[in-house]
């Protein structure tokens, strides 16, 4: 019996499946807090001539306006492919409390490959971290894009 997707993954995957139709790579993010979401954002890099608008960042800005306030300490986000290290730099600068990424990015990812930016000494906060809700969908949804854009 398959495990029933949690609605902000859910929510993200479709973020993700926009932004792969406006010509984005297909990444959504939600931030959540207490069951709520607070800010949502996908991919917009080539829209806004903008090579820091991945979604991560696009949805902290959002939520810390929201909100009113520097730090996300009681909010989490869910992101549809591992977040890259810049993006796992502002996770932890935003104090995000969870972070759950669907994907993995064995090349580009910040979090479980590449610089793993949680686990260095420099890191001053560590998120929890899930990963693989949404694995499936989230890494059809990039080979998806991907191969329309090679073919």
């Known amino acids: 019996m398959a495990i029933p997707l949690p609605q902000p993954m859910h929510r993200a995957l479709q973020l993700a499946q926009a932004a792969a139709d406006a010509g984005e790579v297909p990444v959504g993010a939600v931030i959540m807090r207490d069951g709520v979401e607070i800010a949502a954002a996908s991919n917009a890099m080539r829209a806004r001539n903008d090579p820091t608008a991945h979604a991560e960042i696009l949805a902290i800005r959002a939520a810390a306006e929201a909100l009113g306030q520097l730090r996300l300490d009681d909010c989490e986000l869910w992101?549809?492919?591992?977040?890259?290290?810049?993006?796992?730099?502002?996770?932890?600068?935003?104090?995000?409390?969870?972070l759950y990424y669907a994907a993995a990015d064995p090349k580009g990812g910040g979090v479980d490959h590449g610089p793993r930016v949680f686990t260095q000494p420099t890191c001053h906060h560590r998120p929890d971290v899930y990963s693989g809700l949404g694995?499936?969908?989230?890494?059809?949804?990039l080979r998806q894009f991907f191969a329309a854009k090679r073919g």
């Open 79 to 98: 992101v549809t492919l591992e977040p890259c290290a810049m993006c796992a730099g502002a996770i932890a600068h935003a104090r995000l409390a969870r």
């Open 135 to 141: 694995e499936a969908q989230a890494a059809a949804q």
